[in-house]
Structure formats: C-alpha cells, structure tokens
C-alpha cells in the first residue's frame, strides 16, 4: 500500500523563498493563489511556468472528480508531502468525507465508485508508481470501459505533470501549507467551500489559446512524447516545459540530456532513450561515449561541477523523501550555485513526467 500522509519523513526546505513581486502580481493577476512552491521556483521562468500549469490546468476531458481523486493518489504514490496534504486539504473544500478520503488513499473498494473510477484510480497509482509504466494493454483496458482517447491522454498528461510538480516539491524540501490544510480540516471549512465557486466564476482568467497541432508539438526535444496530445492545450503545457528547460543555460544541454536518458532507461522507455541518444549525437557525443555515461553515470565530456547530475537523477525515480532530499542538499554544495541546483531539480522532475507521459507512445 502507499504511504500514508502521517508516515512521510520531510526535511527542511532545500532553497530559501523568494519574493518576485513581478511573478507574484502575474501570479495574482491569473486568480492563482500564492504557493509555497511559487516563491521557491520564481527565480527560474520555465519552471514558474510549468509549476503554475501543474497547479491550475484545468481538464477539458476529464471530471474534476476524477482529477481531484488523480493528483491525491499520484501525490501519495509519489510520497510527496506537500502535494499529497493540499490536494487531500482540496478534497474536503469540495465536500468529499474524512471517510471517503481513507478509502481511496488506502486503495479500499468503496460504494461510491463505479468500476470505471476503481480502474482510473488504478491507472493513476500504476503510471505514478511505474513499476513498471503502464502498456498499450493498459490503455486498451480503459478504451474498453468507456474512456475517450482525449480522456486518456488527460488523465496520462495529469498524472505525468503530477509527478513532475511532486518531485519539485519534495526536492525542494517545500513546507506544507499548513494554514490552508487546518482550515480544510476544521470549523470554517465552510468558508472555503463558500469562496472557491465565487473564485472560479468571478477570478481573472487568461485568454484560451487554441491547442497547437500535432505537428507542431512534435517539433523540439522529446516532442514525440507530446505530439499525441495534439488538440488539448495540455500538449502546449508539454511544449512549453522541454522547450524552456532546454533552452535555458544554467546547467549545460549534454548533462541535462543525459539525465533525460538515464531517467528513460531507468523507467525503460525506449522512445525517450532514443530521442535523447539522437539529441546527444547533435551536441558532439558518439554512441559509446553515451551509452558509457547512463550505464556508469559518469561522463567525462561534463563540467566537475556537473558530475554528480547523473546518479542524482536515476535517484529522483524512485526515492524515499528525507533521503532524497539530503541528496540533493548535497548536489547543490557540487554545483556551488542555487539557479543551478534549481534548474536540475527542474529538469529531473521533468524528466520523470516525460518518460511517464511517453507510455502514450506504446
């Protein structure tokens, strides 16, 4: 069974808060609520962007039901404990019961869900757990049940993101929000669940811009893995994220193709292995050379500062919190830079969710 909320061991933030008044007014401006998370990320645009998408998107395919009940489970399947208390805060604003909850975090059949939500529920923890990811059979099981191919792809973009937003979360040791989860949990619930429909009615919202096609989704690093999101605007969510984390020049683009790599081979993902080998050979790096680098997770092309990248990164799939978190404590004293350290735990946590969306390719 997953951890449980009360069982997971967290350290001390990893990086200090900082107070972009710009982001913070953009933020406002958007009607998003001021996160933990935010104040963490502001320093890096790409990975604002890509945290406030994990956050707000909002599914056009999918019930809010299941996306709520989605990103408790993947936060729980992934330990994480500040996605996995707010989201768990979020459920009880929206009225489901402290015995409801239970029952889904702790995988127990329940009267209130239907057998197409028992298999959504397992889909998540599978594609969260990726032990290993989900197949084409998986897929097949829920195409039979009813689910749409847009639905499908929602649910593999939702979780994916999820593990992405989970993994910065925990690698920046972010603190939970307390005030929020006492208010879900106690007497003034009640203002909660009063001010959230009024949020989403009358809150500023951004222009809908129209869902790029596959084509263009397809362009750029790892576009394959967001091509078939082609149609909703999760796959410019996609887009956005590896194009920025690529284009940015904190850490440079071999070491963050490598840890794409090692994270593809380390969830067997042969489409992203591929796509990162083809990458690679671009930036100069013959076929021994690389496949040297992810069976050892040491490569000499690399900067010193940078040779810690690769083990980190195979470590950032499957982890305990409190260890990972003092790993990556470490990793930063290597890289003797916060936008570094920053930008690497951005490009790890992205390359989790990748490799987990690319099960969309099977």
Not at 44 to 56: I, P, Q
Request: aromatic share 8%; charged share 25%; glycine share 6%.
């Amino acid at each position: 069974m997953a951890v449980l909320l009360s069982e997971i061991k967290w350290g001390d933030p990893i990086l200090p808060a900082t107070h972009d008044l710009e982001w913070e007014a953009e933020l406002k401006r958007r009607g998003a609520q001021i996160l933990e998370v935010d104040r963490r990320v502001a320093p890096n645009r790409w990975l604002r962007e890509a945290a406030y998408e994990a956050t707000n998107y909002v599914p056009i395919a999918l019930s809010e039901r299941l996306h709520r009940m989605g990103n408790m489970v993947t936060a729980q399947e992934n330990a994480c404990r500040y996605c996995y208390g707010a989201n768990r805060a979020y459920m009880k604003v929206l009225g489901y019961s402290e015995s409801f909850i239970q029952q889904v975090e702790r995988d127990v059949q329940t009267a209130e869900l239907d057998a197409k939500e028992r298999a959504y529920i397992a889909f998540c923890r599978s594609l969260a757990r990726s032990r290993p990811r989900p197949a084409a059979a998986e897929r097949t099981a829920l195409l039979d049940l009813g689910y749409t191919p847009d639905q499908i792809g929602e649910i593999a973009f939702a979780i994916s993101i999820g593990c992405f937003y989970n993994r910065v979360s925990t690698l920046l040791a972010v603190p939970s929000e307390q005030k929020f989860e006492r208010m879900a949990s106690g007497r003034f619930r009640w203002v909660l669940q009063l001010a959230l429909p009024l949020m989403k009615k009358f809150g500023p919202r951004r222009p809908v811009q129209a869902a790029p096609d596959r084509a263009a989704l397809a362009a750029g690093p790892f576009g394959m893995v967001a091509a078939p999101l082609a149609g909703l605007r999760a796959g410019a969510v996609m887009k956005a994220a590896l194009d920025g984390a690529f284009e940015s020049g904190r850490l440079s683009r071999s070491a963050k193709l490598l840890m794409f790599a090692v994270v593809a081979r380390t969830l067997g993902c042969p489409h992203c292995e591929a796509d990162a080998n083809r990458l690679l050979a671009e930036e100069g790096l013959r076929p021994a050379e690389i496949e040297s680098a992810i069976a050892t997770l040491h490569c000499p092309r690399l900067a010193q500062r940078e040779a810690g990248l690769l083990a980190w990164a195979r470590d950032t799939v499957y982890y305990e919190p409190s260890s990972i978190q003092q790993k990556t404590r470490a990793l930063g004293a290597e890289l003797g830079d916060a936008d570094a350290l920053l930008e690497a735990i951005g490009v790890a946590s992205l390359a989790n969710g990748t490799v987990r969306l690319a099960m969309l390719l099977e």
